[in-house]
């Protein structure tokens, strides 16, 4: 499988404001960029801001939408890698889902939230993507810190 660990480093980085030609996320400025330290205390303002979005959905085009999920959603997976020591690697939906036939019927197609996962060396599967979409779609009940937390403690723990 291949990893695509820098790709998503780079849209992470793109979610922080530190690539100055990056698509642009909705609402920009409702995002404190400057608390953003890849720390999962740092998750509070991205559940923060996601959660503004969920109120704001309807005012979101289509193309922010899929830019701030995958850009945030990159940042939220970059903050569980750099608190486990990257022990998580994003591998594509085309490289992962040939090896787990068994999730075909509930992952049925490569779409923004699903493009991406975060796989450790025990096969624990992880989708900060998908989780952002639902954080705005959603709302209440899709805390990005509170996921990431999980996944790091999994690690820590094993």
Known sequence: ?????????DFAAAFTGAVGDAKPIGFPHKLRR??????LGSLKQVDIYLSYLHQQQMQLSDQEWQTTV??????????IRSETNNAYH????????PTHPELQAIIPERSTPT???????KGVMSMPLNKV????DEGVGNSVQFFAHVYITKEKDT
């Open 34 to 39: 400057e608390a953003l330290d890849l720390s």
């Open 90 to 97: 994003w591998i594509d939906y085309n490289d992962y889902m």
């Open 1 to 9: 499988m291949a990893k695509i660990d820098d790709i998503f480093h």
């Open 115 to 121: 493009c991406a996962f975060l796989v450790n060396d």
């Open 70 to 79: 995958l850009y945030s959603g990159a940042y939220v997976g970059e903050v």
């Open 133 to 136: 979409a639902r954080a705005i």
